[in-house]
């Protein structure tokens, strides 16, 4: 367990946003999400849809089904989380 889950605990919302800061320069799919975490497909996109609205994450359609998704690293609340994580993850 990392600093973030002891304060926050773990969360899948938590799991994915940690998953897209490991990642933080690459856009990826759901399905490479819920692989690489464990969750599954339909709780990556529950969680991930929130990210979206407060515009941490930017979706990217590509092609008619397919979604990208990636840290929206202009966005000033993606960069406190971004430092907080660091700072946090240094103690």
């Known amino acids: 367990m990392d600093a973030l889950e002891e304060i926050f605990g773990k969360t ?10 490991a990642h933080k320069e690459e856009s990826t799919y759901l399905s490479g999400i819920a692989d690489e975490t464990g969750l599954s497909h339909s709780s990556v996109a529950r969680v991930i849809t929130p990210l979206i609205k407060s515009d941490i994450v930017i979706e990217k359609p590509l092609g ?9 690293l202009e966005n000033e609340k993606t960069k406190l989380i971004l430092d907080f994580y660091d700072r946090l993850n240094k103690m």
């Open 12 to 21: 899948a919302q938590m799991t994915v946003l940690k998953n897209l800061i």
């Open 64 to 72: 008619k089904q397919i979604r990208t998704f990636r840290l929206n």
